[in-house]
């Protein structure tokens, strides 16, 4: 390949690359607006995940990780409520905080940072006033309470 065109190759994958991992996560009235629309999906998936201990499920559901094994008709409600909700995957912190995985940025490890809907019975915490403008260490998530046990979040 002539150098000019690995030049140009390799400009739009830095270009590509930078645009991909600046790209702005939703904002708070964005997250809360999703968190009222989908609420009914999100309460019926909270449930299938504390009736199952679920640590995680990636893939729009396709994938479940939990204390007991999930097949059959149950994933398949698991892949359809995450299609419903439109959910990238939810996990369980170490705290028990369940979070749904709305919106996910970045291409590079320690890079990515993620948005979508926490359920906790407890209040999570660093609870904040607001999410957007709030610095996050790598491996930190911050929540802003919304409604009941419900909060919005970012991660990173």
């Avoid at 600046?22 to 995940?49: E, F, M, N, T």
Wanted: glycine letters at 8%; charged letters at 20%.
């Amino acid at each position: 390949m002539p150098v000019h065109k690995v030049r140009l190759l390799g400009a739009l994958v830095l270009v590509c690359a930078a645009a991909c991992s600046l790209r702005p996560l939703p904002s708070d009235d964005d997250l809360i607006g999703g968190l009222k629309a989908k609420r009914a999906v999100l309460d019926q998936l909270a449930q299938l995940c504390q009736e199952d201990a679920v640590t995680a499920v990636w893939d729009k559901g396709h994938h479940v990780e939990a204390t007991k094994t999930v097949t059959g008709d149950r994933a398949t409600q698991y892949a359809d409520l995450f299609e419903k909700a439109d959910l990238m995957g939810a996990r369980r912190t170490p705290s028990g905080v369940l979070l749904f995985q709305a919106a996910r940025f970045g291409i590079m490890a320690g890079r990515t940072v993620g948005a979508g809907y926490a359920y906790s019975e407890m209040p999570p915490s660093p609870l904040v006033p607001r999410l957007a403008g709030h610095p996050l260490s790598s491996g930190q998530q911050s929540y802003r309470a919304v409604d009941g046990n419900w909060f919005i979040f970012y991660s990173r």
